[in-house]
């Protein structure tokens, strides 16, 4: 079963950065909108970026703009989400996927297991 794979996330101190990764093994990212979403543990998923299938067209959700940057390969099938002066409010499990707008679309119904960014203080 193709599965959407996540990376990158780590422990990493307020004021840091990470770049993450998504990969589709055995899938394609052709022709969708992607987003990368986040979420931690007994709250609803929500909205980070998202990127449009020529990658000219991106969108971020308020408390990350400015910090974030979404870019994607389409011959590598990848999307990076990179993220600077990171806080502890970032501290989420973060998952890509296919977007509509803001909202997750997921493909296939499916998720990753999504890759765990931890902000210390």
């Known amino acids: 079963q193709v599965q959407l794979v996540e990376s990158g996330g780590g422990l990493v101190q307020s004021g840091g950065s990470l770049r993450l990764t998504c990969e589709f093994p055995?899938?394609?990212?052709?022709?969708?909108?992607m987003g990368w979403f986040r979420q931690v543990p007994e709250k609803e998923r929500e909205f980070v970026a998202t990127i449009g299938w020529s990658g000219g067209t991106k969108y971020f959700a308020d408390n990350v703009k400015g910090r974030a940057t979404i870019s994607r390969n389409n011959a590598k099938n990848t999307i990076t989400l990179q993220m600077s002066a990171l806080r502890p409010e970032d501290t989420a499990v973060y998952y890509c996927?296919?977007?509509?707008?803001?909202?997750?679309?997921?493909?296939?119904?499916?998720w990753g297991q999504g890759t765990q960014v931890t902000v210390s203080s």
């Open positions: 055995g899938g394609t990212f052709s022709p969708y909108t």
């Open positions: 996927n296919r977007a509509s707008g803001a909202e997750a679309w997921p493909i296939d119904d499916i």
